[in-house]
């Protein structure tokens, strides 16, 4: 029986971080696949959407029965601009948002945890690699330990990217996961897979990555991920972040993941 629900990013089909496709669309295909929750970016609901389109949005989640497990205030100054930080949280109420992706500075983040809180409103980072000159600061196991004691706030936790983990070298398995048990908000899915300097995407100390489809070899090993969920008795969502791919149709590539995700929380059951 899978305990865990599993939730889809627009990222899936945003391109260039500008354009996405019909918020109608792509609520339909989560919905059809079996998703039951959605994590919306900013290419989909804005502080700039109009007000007649939040409701209509609104009706649309609820029509086809989904959740809004996640939003981010990418790109807004929340941290600096506390008016502009309710504004965003005004909107994410009605969606019924469960998270806000946000964070940064330990002091202002905690800060934003505390407003967010009267609105029942969680708000955490994912693991997120930086660069060879500034380390991102949750981008290793340990460095997540040492952040989330500077913010130290129980509205604040980890939106937990094995991925990013797996890129910087660092354990992802059940011994980190057990390091931060309390604090795990969220669990996020993305695959790249480390490749040869030819076909590299990107790089990162020295080791070079593509992006991939889960389970392909040399890519994080999600069993031993979902097995350290299993033993901390994560019961949270667990949502599909993957990037849009440039050679496969998004709509199959979110049920590959969906069926995929399923068959691992199933094993052995």
Same mark, same amino acid.
């Given at each position: 029986m899978m305990l865990n629900k599993l939730a889809l990013s627009g990222r899936l089909f945003?391109?260039?971080?500008?354009?996405n496709?019909?918020?109608?669309?792509?609520? !339909? *295909? @989560?919905? =059809?696949?079996g998703?039951?929750?959605?994590?919306?970016?900013?290419?989909q609901v804005s502080l700039q959407t109009p007000d007649r389109k939040v409701k209509e949005y609104v009706k649309i989640i609820k029509d086809f029965g989904l959740e809004v497990v996640c939003m981010t205030p990418r790109g807004y100054p929340v941290l600096e601009d506390e008016n502009l930080f309710i504004q965003y949280l005004e909107l994410a109420k009605k969606f019924g948002c469960q998270i806000l992706k946000m964070g940064g500075d330990p002091e202002k983040t905690r800060k934003c945890? !505390? *407003? @967010?809180? =009267?609105y029942s409103i969680r708000i955490g980072m994912n693991n997120h690699v930086g660069t060879e000159d500034k380390p991102g600061p949750i981008e290793t196991i340990e460095r997540t330990v040492n952040y989330l004691s500077k913010v130290n706030h129980p509205n604040f936790g980890i939106l937990y990217d094995s991925s990013h983990l797996f890129v910087s070298g660092s354990n992802y398995g059940p011994e980190a996961i057990y390091k931060i048990k309390d604090k795990i908000f969220y669990v996020l899915v993305q695959y790249p897979v480390e490749t040869d300097k030819e076909n590299a995407k990107f790089k990162f100390h020295n080791r070079y990555f593509r992006e991939g489809i889960i389970d392909e070899p040399n890519g994080p090993e999600f069993r031993?991920?979902?097995?350290?969920?299993?033993?901390?008795?994560?019961?949270g969502y667990i949502g599909v972040i993957a990037p849009m791919p440039k050679d496969k149709d998004p709509k199959k590539v979110a049920k590959i993941y969906y069926e995929k995700i399923k068959q691992i929380l199933t094993e052995g059951e």
């Open positions: 945003e391109r260039d971080y500008r354009d496709i019909p918020f109608k669309e792509f609520c !339909e *295909i @989560a919905s =059809k696949i998703y039951q929750g959605v994590e919306l970016r900013k290419t945890a !505390e *407003i @967010a809180q =009267k031993k991920v979902f097995k350290g969920l299993k033993e901390i008795g994560y019961r």
